[in-house]
């Protein structure tokens, strides 16, 4: 078995990370594997350790914690040909989701010794790097207010109150959308390009993604009126919605998004890049441990 190095994130899952990773180092040293491990003390710093340790020589590396850890040791793994694991411990776990990962530890420790390794998709927004999904419009809304509550409430109660304000202040945006097939002009809610099939905690936004195919989901709710906004979102949560007028589904390449509302785009639930935004998918950007 070759060696493993672990990018802790202590905090995620509100602890998770910190709380179970004792017991997956005691299985470990039981077994004889041999590994290593660092602890990401900010964000970013994840990134920052996984770039030391491809350095150091390291050839198996396992983000411990959720979306944002994974995106972080992801990123700096692009284009090195090291292997990636995953022990889904944070909150949301949209991308372990989506490749049928457990989320149970003992049960994710297993797949990380004994998976087998297959080549994932990636994805661009200009030049930020994101691996699960890139999402514009209402879901943007909903996680700045998430992020604002957070701050003095815990549990789903920063959700919750998140959702209704964004909804109280919903924005119908101006969007310009230019792909191979021609240039499409319209008004809508939001705007996902999926690699992953969830994003947001387990909203099913995008669910015949597939992060091995080389293309990205993309998944676009138009313009409606506002009594019909809220049973659509409530399918889009459960992966209903394909069917609805509204929404527009296709896959691509490349895809280049405008719009003069401005504003940031969510990748993988941080905010970075915002229109005039081109995401593009990167066919098997990332080595990644899976069931056997």
Sequence with gaps: ????????????????????????RAILDAKGVDYGYARSEHPGHAVELTRQAVAAGEKRIIAVGGDGTV???????????????ILPLGTGNDLARTLGLPTEPLEA??????????????GMANDCFFINAAGYGFDVDVLQRVEKYKKRLNGMLPYLLGIAEAL???????????RPEGITETTGFILVAGN?????GGMNATPQADPFDGLLDVCLVKDMPFYKFLPAIVRFVKGAHL???????????????????????????ELKSQPPVI???????IPVLLRG
Excluded: W
């Design 71 to 85: 995106n972080e040791v992801a990123s700096a793994l692009y284009g090195t040909g090291v292997v990636m694991g």
């Design 196 to 200: 992953g099939q969830y994003l947001g």
């Design 109 to 122: 420790l297993d797949v990380v010794l004994n998976g087998q390794v297959r080549p994932m998709d990636a």
């Design 243 to 269: 069917d609805l007028a509204e929404v527009d589904y296709f896959k691509v390449q490349e895809l280049e998004l405008s719009c003069p509302a401005g504003g940031p785009v969510d990748l993988d639930g």
């Design 1 to 24: 078995m070759e060696r493993l190095f672990f990018i802790l994130n202590p905090v995620a899952g509100t602890g998770r990370g910190a709380k179970y990773f004792p017991q997956l």
């Design 279 to 285: 995401f593009r998918v990167l066919p098997g950007a």
């Design 168 to 178: 109280f202040h919903l924005r119908r945006l101006k969007l310009t959308l230019r």
